[in-house]
């Protein structure tokens, strides 16, 4: 089994390098499951323990072995929902691609305080998207698989929103932030989140006034499989 690599912290403030930890989920063609892990990073050590999916039988593929990391919302320091959120018939249809239209992030503290700044700067009931890539190559829980994301009212209840952190108007996100999201959505069709014929829309195709995913990043994931031009 392979570990997902160690983020280097370029800093580590007093509240966050202590609780600090990261979901690490590998993708295998050999194993019939995925063996999830988290692990902990602290000044001078790192333990790991086991991370539970639920609901989820995740069967290997004829894909290679690729690492798939995911912080969860502890490890970001999320503030609670202010109130129950609803709950998402699975596996969803649709697979949203958005973009924040926020600062650029390339590590994990940076990308962290990003999400915490996003939760409270619209007084939305939580973040809103389902998951967020960031530019270090990690893959954060928003409001997960099981609720309905904030993305879009006509989708939200039959789709998983996926937002790149950062502004993709003019220039594509790196190449590890595209990966991140590639791997998750494979991962969410292995695990019985996603359904396996689902559909690819950028954000402005399911709300029309909004230009997210930003020019440049909604001409690379048009590219991408299970693109539709025909939201529905």
Not at 37 to 55: G, M
Not at 109 to 138: H, S, T, W
């Amino acid at each position: 089994m392979t570990n997902c690599p160690t983020p280097r912290l370029t800093s580590r403030p007093q509240w966050l390098w202590k609780h600090v930890a990261l979901s690490c989920v590998l993708v295998s063609i050999f194993l019939p499951t995925v063996v999830p892990i988290n692990e902990y990073f602290t000044h001078h050590q790192d333990a790991r323990v086991p991370w539970e999916i639920s609901d989820s039988s995740i069967k290997g593929s004829n894909e290679a072995e690729t690492p798939l990391c995911i912080v969860d919302r502890d490890k970001w320091f999320a503030r609670p929902p202010r109130r129950p959120l609803e709950k998402v018939k699975l596996p969803v249809s649709y697979v949203i691609i958005c973009h924040t239209a926020s600062n650029f992030c390339t590590n994990y503290v940076e990308c962290a305080n990003e999400l915490r700044i996003m939760q409270d700067k619209k007084d939305l009931v939580d973040i809103a998207y389902n998951f967020l890539v960031g530019g270090d190559g990690l893959a954060y829980v928003g409001r997960s698989w099981n609720q309905t994301g904030a993305h879009s009212d006509r989708y939200k209840r039959i789709s998983i929103g996926i937002a790149f952190i950062g502004d993709f108007t003019s220039f594509v996100p790196p190449e590890t932030q595209l990966n991140a999201a590639k791997e998750l959505i494979k991962f969410g069709v292995r695990a019985g989140k996603i359904a396996p014929d689902y559909k690819l829309l950028g954000h402005r195709q399911a709300v029309p006034w909004t230009d997210s995913p930003g020019d440049a990043l909604y001409n690379e994931i048009i590219k991408w499989p299970h693109w539709s031009s025909e939201p529905r």
